[in-house]
Structure formats: structure tokens, C-alpha cells
């Protein structure tokens, strides 16, 4: 009888395991983080369940200036070794179960659980990733803080779905040169512009002066190396992910 129960406590929690975890999907072939577009992450109401699958897509090397010379790093691993930030009652787990992503592998994080909490929350994930440079081995610690949750209570819906801050995908894109960044927003204000690399380390962070109405900000690529981006636009209350490509003539 012992036995018995304790084999069905093993299903039991292997097939909760099961049901919490998301599936890779291997049809991803460009590095990056999926969804890569949205204003934020998907948002929730609060005490009713809450699901968002992150798709993740793991590049095999990258390139590092270092004094003034570019270099090729291999990529073996990134792992994810926190995410804080979440709204209560929500918590992360990865597939692979360990959060260690190989080079090139195609890998996923699913947040769940039931919110406890309203309101707009950033979550905080920091990565370790670990790779070669001239055959030296070298880890770095990244932190990824351009996403948002936004929790509503059931009367705070319509109210989220009148605000006026948008952004548009930049133009041209890829870019060689230059490329525009277009946004309107309800007020005249400040944003925040802000470009990561695809391992998750900001290159550029930019304070943005813009009128109430259509706005456009000249982004010059002569900081960056070619290679594909995600840049964040953030009013203080919403935050909107693009993606973009800097191909270097």
C-alpha cells in the first residue's frame, strides 16, 4: 500500500511538472527573445490565471571590441539564474528544467501562477553567459529589465486601453547608416530609449525630449556593430520591444 502511494505521488508530481513547463519552439531560427514586440508582456488580471511563454533562441557566437579591435566570442551557454520582479503569484520555470541554454539550441521560460497583486510591474532577469575569446574562457553577467507586466483589476482594463504612447517599427530596417525611431505619445514628456545586444547588454540609453502628438528620433548606428538588436521605448508607465538589424556597409 506504501508503495502505491508513494508511485502516485511521483505521477502526480511528475505530471504537474509536465503541465508547467512550455515547449520549445524549434522553428525559431534568429537569435533573440520571443515575443520580441508588445508592450510589455501579456497582461493579466488580478486572481484569474496568468500564462506567458517566452521563446528563446540562443545565438552561437557574438563580436566584442577590445581596444579597438573586434573579436569573434563562442557562445557555449547562457544561463538564466534569476528572475525577480514578477507579480506575486507568479513565478518562472525553463525548458530545459535547469535554465542553462546551450549555443545554438532553441530553449523557452514560462511565466505562471495566479496574480495576488494589480498593478505595472518590471520583472528582472539576470543571465550568466559563458563562451570562449581567443580561446580564453570568459562568463558575463547581463541583467534584462526592458519588459513589463501589467496587471489590471477588472475595472482597469478599458482604462489600459486608452493610452496614446505608441511605437512604431524603426525605418529603414535593417538600417546601414541611420534609422528612425517614430512614436506618438498623449503629452509632451521625457521617454527612454534604451538598445541591447542579443545576449542582453545595453549599448545605448538615450532621454528622449518629445512633443504631445507623432515624434521621430534619428538613431545613428555609428556605435553599434552590425548585427540584430532589441531597443525599448518606455513612457514611465508602458514599455514597447522592437527589434532591428544593423548591417554596416
Do not use: W
Amino acid at each position: 500500500m506504501m508503495k502505491r502511494l508513494l508511485l502516485l505521488v511521483v505521477i502526480v508530481g511528475a505530471a504537474i511538472s509536465v503541465n508547467a513547463q512550455c515547449v520549445p519552439n524549434t522553428s525559431i531560427t534568429q537569435p533573440g527573445i520571443y515575443p520580441d514586440s508588445a508592450t510589455g508582456l501579456s497582461s493579466g488580471v488580478i486572481n484569474q490565471p496568468y500564462n506567458q511563454v517566452l521563446q528563446l533562441r540562443i545565438p552561437t557566437d557574438t563580436t566584442v571590441v577590445i581596444f579597438g579591435n573586434t573579436q569573434n566570442v563562442t557562445i557555449n551557454s547562457i544561463t538564466l539564474t534569476s528572475f525577480t520582479g514578477l507579480p506575486p503569484g507568479i513565478t518562472y520555470a525553463c525548458n530545459p528544467g535547469s535554465c542553462v541554454f546551450p549555443g545554438g539550441s532553441n530553449g523557452c521560460a514560462l511565466l505562471s501562477g495566479t496574480p495576488t497583486q494589480a498593478g505595472t510591474f518590471n520583472p528582472v532577469a539576470i543571465t550568466n553567459t559563458s563562451g570562449t575569446i581567443i580561446g580564453f574562457p570568459i562568463n558575463q553577467v547581463d541583467t534584462i529589465n526592458y519588459y513589463t507586466i501589467v496587471i489590471n483589476t477588472a475595472s482597469g482594463i478599458a482604462g489600459n486601453q486608452k493610452l496614446k504612447f505608441e511605437l512604431m517599427q524603426n525605418d529603414p530596417n535593417p538600417f546601414s547608416n541611420h534609422t528612425d525611431i517614430k512614436f506618438t505619445v498623449g503629452h509632451q514628456s521625457i521617454v527612454t530609449l534604451k538598445v541591447f545586444n542579443l545576449i542582453g547588454k545595453e549599448v545605448i540609453h538615450k532621454s528622449i525630449q518629445c512633443q504631445a502628438g507623432r515624434n521621430n528620433y534619428r538613431l545613428l548606428g555609428d556605435d553599434l556593430l552590425p548585427g540584430v538588436y532589441m531597443y525599448t521605448l518606455s513612457d514611465g508607465i508602458t514599455t514597447y520591444t522592437r527589434r532591428m538589424i544593423y548591417s554596416k556597409r
